[in-house]
């Protein structure tokens, strides 16, 4: 069965203060790693598409990343604007267009 | 204009009504979603129709019931609701042309209160 794990829960950071986020996946076969935003009361907001280990992606302070089993979203010198939930999502071989998602991390920067 | 868009956003309903959601999007994708968000934030598929066509039907009870007339509007009707169904429910699409390269395009949200 296809799995998707992201840790932290929760991270807590001071304005400024870079960190990682992590999503490890166990798959039988990834054809599309997906990150998305997603703020109270919204629905989930696209970020990044990676297919192949080696790969990375940035927008404005976020940058993703992909290995054979995990991806890590970097978020450098973050702003209060930052807080929100990030998702990551796998698609899969013979699973059409259909996403797996874990269960996020809740980020919250403090000024 | 927005892409996705559901209705109602809030729903607070009694145990054992028959409700329904709506969901349309304006992007031309030929594939469209319902997600079911629970209390932990887990996003899990539910149905995926493309054009109108069901394509995965997740295991969910027989009481959930999607009907896509068009391949742009996608709803959602939920009989003889119970407590457990208390979640959001998020419609998304999708274009199978750019084999969703963009992911999904979501809607805001449907909060489904069961009382």
């Known amino acids: 069965e296809d799995q998707v794990t992201q840790s932290p829960e929760a991270l807590r950071l001071q304005e400024g203060e870079s960190s990682s986020l992590n999503c490890s996946y166990t798959v039988s076969g990834l054809r599309g790693l997906f990150w998305y935003r997603q703020d109270p009361g919204k629905g989930p907001e696209f970020l990044f598409t990676l297919y192949s280990a080696g790969e990375e992606k940035e927008k404005e302070r976020l940058k993703a990343t992909l290995t054979k089993k995990e991806s890590f979203l970097h978020i450098t010198a973050p702003k209060p604007e930052d807080s929100a939930t990030y998702l990551c999502?796998?698609?899969?071989?013979?699973?059409?267009?259909?996403?797996?998602f874990g269960g996020g991390t809740r980020l919250m920067v403090k000024p | 204009d927005t892409a996705v868009s559901q209705t109602p956003k809030y729903l607070v309903t009694q145990m054992g009504n028959d409700k329904s959601i709506k969901c349309e999007q304006n992007?031309?994708?030929?594939?469209m979603y319902w997600y079911k968000q629970d209390s932990k934030k887990f996003l899990k598929i539910m149905f995926s129709y493309n054009n109108k066509e069901l394509i995965i039907n997740e295991t969910v009870p027989n009481r959930f019931s999607p009907k896509s007339p068009d391949k742009a509007h996608l709803n959602l009707h939920i009989n003889s609701l119970e407590l457990g169904d208390s979640a959001v429910y998020f419609c998304?699409?999708?274009?199978?042309?750019?084999?969703?390269?963009?992911?999904?395009?979501f809607g805001s949200g449907t909060r489904l209160t069961v009382v």
């Open positions: 999502a796998v698609r899969v071989n013979n699973a059409g267009n259909m996403l797996t």
């Open positions: 992007l031309g994708h030929d594939t």
């Open positions: 998304a699409s999708s274009d199978s042309w750019t084999g969703v390269a963009r992911g999904y395009t």
